[in-house]
Nanobody, 127 residues
Framework: QVQLVESGGGLVQAGDSLRLTCTASGTTFSPYTVGWFRQAPGKEREFVSGISSDGRYLSYGDSVKGRVTISSADTKNSVVFLQLNNLGPEDTAVYYC???????????????????WGLGTRVTVSS
């Protein structure tokens, strides 16, 4: 069983930065593949960023590319950070962390590729 907890969300002004943290816990020694998604009110869930289980491959959604950086605190990806810079009102959403023990995902940008999800952390950006 794997539990994911997101933290770091909040209310910020346009142009500000935030760092979100995803912390995974569970009885596994295998590294996780981790993805960040977000969902704004009335909109579909959107892929934000992902990191492969070996940490070598990073990916970003088109809407955040250049403003977001994903990183890991350890080789298991049990603590993964999402640095959000130059935030705008369009970034307002609930941000979710997702993980899987699979190393080869059919589509890393699809939520269906992940087995475990956190409850989310809310980011609100005022203009």
């Amino acid at each position: 069983q794997v539990q994911l907890v997101e933290s770091g969300g909040g209310l910020v002004q346009a142009g500000d930065s935030l760092r979100l943290t995803c912390t995974a816990s569970g009885t596994t020694f295998s590294p996780y593949t981790v993805g960040w998604f977000r969902q704004a009110p009335g909109k579909e869930r959107e892929f934000v960023s992902g990191i492969s289980s070996d940490g070598r491959y990073l990916s970003y959604g088109d809407s955040v590319k250049g403003r977001v950086t994903i990183s890991s605190a350890d080789t298991k990806n049990s603590v993964v950070f999402l640095q959000l810079n130059n935030l705008g009102p369009e970034d307002t959403a609930v941000y979710y962390c997702a993980a899987t023990l699979s190393r080869k995902l059919p589509d890393k940008r699809s939520g269906s590729s992940y087995d475990y999800w956190g409850l989310g952390t809310r980011v609100t950006v005022s203009s």
